[in-house]
C-alpha cells in the first residue's frame, strides 16, 4: 500500500491521533514509532505535531544511498529515528548539519525549507521533502526563563505565538482569563502590552506589578463580553471543561468583543473529540497539540 502522508505524534498522545483520524475517515495503515503512516491524501490533525505531506518511499542499500538520495531531493532534512538507530545516525553524519537551537522569544520560527525521513526498514527509507512544521520532528525548544514566570505555563503561550507567527505589543489591549498565577500575563506584559489578568485566585505579586498589568478578581466566566471594551486579544489558560469553554469563545466571537483570540483546551478523563472538532469548524480556526501542551489542544483564531 502507497504512503500518502504521514502523521507526528506527540509521545503518550498516539491513541489520540489514532481516534481523530479514524473520525475524520483517514486510514492508518501501520504505525513507525510514533508516525502513523496513511494512505490517505493529508489533511489538518490536531493531536499531530506535524504531518508529512508528500512521503516516498525509496530503497537505501547502503548508508551511502540513503544520504545521496536525500541530498538528490533537497539541502535541509530532518531525521526521526523509531528503529535502526545506528543506521540512522550514520546516514544523517552524510547530510549537511540541521541544527534544533532552542529560540530565544519572540525569536520567529525558521523559515528555511526542511524535509523528513526515517528508515522503515534498514534498506527502506521514508523521505518526505516537505511537512507541515518548520521545527525538527515538529517540536519547539526555547531559551527558558527560570527566574521570571511564576510557572512554567509561560512555554505554552511562547510556543502559541511562536507557531502562529503573531504577538501583541505595546499598545494592545489584552485580557488573560484564568491568569493566577500569572504565567501568560507575564509573557504577555514581557512583549509590552496592557494586560487585564482575569482571576478569583491570587496573581503572583511580581506579575501583578510588572508595568501594564491591572487585575481583576473576577470569575472568567462571569464577564459579559457585550459590556466589556473590546480588545486587541483574548487569552485563555483557564482550567474547566471543554463544552464550557467553548461557550464562553462562541460568546466573546458574537458580541466581536475580541479581535484575536488564544485559549487551552483542557481534557479532563477521556478526551472529547467532539468538542475539539466544534472549535476547529469556527470559521478562521485553527487547532493544534503543542510540544509543550498536556493532555490539551490550543484553539487561536486571528483577526
Given at each position: ?22 473520525r475524520a475517515r ?65 546516514i544523517t553524519e ?197 510540544a509543550h501542551n ?10
Amino acid at each position: 500500500m502507497t504512503i500518502a502522508s504521514a502523521y507526528l505524534a506527540a509521545e503518550g498522545f498516539e491513541a489520540e491521533l489514532a481516534e481523530e483520524l479514524r473520525r475524520a475517515r483517514r486510514r492508518v495503515a501501520a504505525w513507525h514509532g510514533r508516525l502513523a503512516l496513511s494512505p490517505d491524501p493529508p489533511g489538518p490533525a490536531a493531536w499531530a505535531l506535524e504531518c508529512w505531506t508528500a512521503p516516498v518511499e525509496i530503497a537505501v542499500p547502503s548508508v551511502k544511498a540513503g544520504a545521496d538520495a536525500l541530498r538528490a531531493i533537497q539541502r535541509n532534512w530532518a531525521g526521526y529515528a523509531a528503529e535502526h538507530h545506528r543506521r540512522s545516525a550514520l546516514i544523517t553524519e552524510r547530510l549537511p548539519p540541521v541544527k534544533a537551537r532552542p529560540l530565544v522569544f519572540p525569536e520567529p520560527a525558521p523559515t528555511g525549507h526542511l524535509g523528513a525521513w526515517t528508515l522503515l526498514a534498514p534498506d527502506r527509507m521514508l523521505a518526505s521533502p516537505t511537512k507541515t512544521s518548520p521545527f525538527v520532528n515538529g517540536e519547539v525548544a526555547f531559551v527558558e526563563d527560570r527566574e521570571g514566570p511564576p510557572s512554567r505555563a509561560y512555554l505554552k503561550l511562547w510556543e502559541a505565538l511562536t507557531r502562529l507567527g503573531r504577538y501583541p505589543g505595546p499598545g494592545d489591549r489584552c485580557l488573560d482569563l484564568g491568569a493566577a498565577p500569572g504565567g501568560w500575563t507575564w509573557v504577555l506584559a514581557k512583549l509590552g502590552a496592557e494586560v487585564a489578568a482575569v482571576d478569583k485566585a491570587a496573581m503572583d505579586p511580581a506579575v501583578a506589578a510588572m508595568r501594564g498589568v491591572t487585575v481583576r478578581a473576577e470569575s472568567a466566566f462571569g464577564l459579559d463580553p457585550r459590556a466589556e471594551p473590546k480588545v486587541d486579544w483574548l487569552f485563555s489558560d483557564v482550567i474547566c471543561y471543554p463544552a464550557r469553554l467553548l461557550a464562553l469563545v462562541r460568546r466573546w466571537i458574537e458580541a466581536d468583543a475580541a479581535r484575536n483570540l488564544v485559549c487551552t483546551i483542557k481534557f479532563q478523563g477521556e478526551t472529547d473529540h467532539e468538542a475539539a472538532e466544534a472549535f476547529a469548524a469556527i470559521p478562521g480556526a485553527v487547532v493544534f497539540h503543542s510540544a509543550h501542551n498536556k493532555h490539551e489542544l490550543t484553539f487561536a483564531r486571528l483577526g
